[in-house]
């Protein structure tokens, strides 16, 4: 069955950083409410794309003002992490939400961000192999016994287990067919960001591979919404632009640009990146995809670049209203309580 979940950069906006997570955390107890099934957000570092370069810390917040949105970050960089310590962490936030946290994994895709941390891009896969691999060993025992090439543990007690047992849901990103191969043998749930026919090989992929039949197979669109096509294009447009120019700070400044990445909404538009409209248009446009792609799930983005969280909270609104019931079941039922 679809469901639709959210997906979040939670990039700079323009506005203080202060005011960004107040109002993050606002709309996010509206998808709450709203019945979206999980919010996922991302990890940057030194980068104005993401705002929260320790995903747990904000997660705690989240796992504070919500009571059923499942949550996690997508992805945690595990190539940066010290595995016994975001074991930890991981066991704390599965505890304080009763249990609703999402673990997305990755090996972190810019390499300017991983070498602040003095990693090379030929150390990052080694160490992000390993880590899962402690990772999930550790959090479903009940103590760490681990003899690795970066890391090594001599019985240590897991005092603070996750509540999901062996361990919550694993994600990672995907971006080629033989990703959906390698996650389908491991179990995980996947995320795509391309277009509705290059996700439909990795989710067949996957699903030849003999994944899980109840493995949620998603893609992620930045959704605009307003009255008209007119007005949800003029609020899309700058936005995208904002939120393009965060995404490719990092790289401009060492003197590269991330080509495969839309230069701009009018690219990420023809390509089906992105979609503007009033929500008969959003409607056709996100079943069409869904249909080609063949996905289980859908990752909606209302809030990026220099958006307004008014506005923000009008596309939610107007989606909520008049774009999920052509949907049954993508959201669970409403909570206004």
């Known amino acids: 069955m679809l469901r639709f979940g959210v997906f979040d950069h939670l990039d700079q906006s323009g506005r203080p950083l202060q005011d960004i997570y107040s109002a993050r955390l606002d709309l996010i107890e509206a998808y709450d409410r709203a019945g ?29 003002r919500t009571r059923r949105l499942r949550f996690g970050p997508l992805v945690y960089t595990l190539p940066l992490y010290e595995p016994l310590r975001l074991i930890q962490e991981i066991g704390m936030l599965d505890q304080m939400s009763g249990g609703r946290l999402e673990v997305g994994v990755g090996r972190g895709i810019v390499a300017f ?23 999930l060993t550790g959090l479903g025992a009940d103590r760490l016994t681990y003899d690795g090439r ?7 007690p ?12 694993i994600w990672y990103g995907v971006g080629r067919p033989d990703h959906g191969a390698w996650t389908a043998a491991r179990g995980m749930n996947i995320v795509a960001n391309g277009e509705a026919a290059a996700n439909r090989l990795i989710f067949d992929a996957y699903r030849d591979a003999g994944g899980p039949a109840d493995a949620k197979l998603g893609f992620a669109r930045h959704l605009v919404l307003a009255e008209t096509d007119a007005e949800a294009e003029r609020l899309a447009a700058p936005a ?30 023809a390509r089906g990146l992105a979609i503007a409209g009033a929500p008969a248009f959003v409607r ?14 859908m990752l909606c983005r209302f809030a ?13 609104e107007l989606f909520v209203g008049d774009v999920a019931p052509g949907f049954p079941g993508a959201l669970a039922d409403a909570d206004m309580n």
């Open 36 to 64: 979206f099934y999980a919010y996922h957000l991302a990890e940057h570092h030194g980068s104005p794309l993401g705002l929260a370069p320790s995903p747990s810390v904000f997660l705690g917040a989240v796992a504070a």
């Open 113 to 135: 961000e991983t070498a602040f941390f003095g990693l090379t891009h030929l150390e990052t896969p080694p160490r992000f192999e390993e880590a899962l691999d402690i990772l």
């Open 150 to 156: 970066f890391w090594t543990y001599r019985g240590v």
């Open 158 to 169: 897991m005092e603070i287990p996750p509540v999901q047992r062996p361990h919550p849901p």
């Open 240 to 269: 995208f632009a904002r939120w393009r120019a965060n995404l490719a700070k990092l790289w401009r400044d060492n003197g590269a640009d991330p080509i495969r990445f839309p230069k701009d909404f009018a690219e990420a538009k």
């Open 284 to 297: 056709d446009e996100l079943a069409r995809q869904i249909e080609a792609s063949g996905a289980t799930y």
């Open 304 to 316: 990026f670049g220099d958006l307004t969280p008014d506005h923000a909270r009008r596309s939610l």
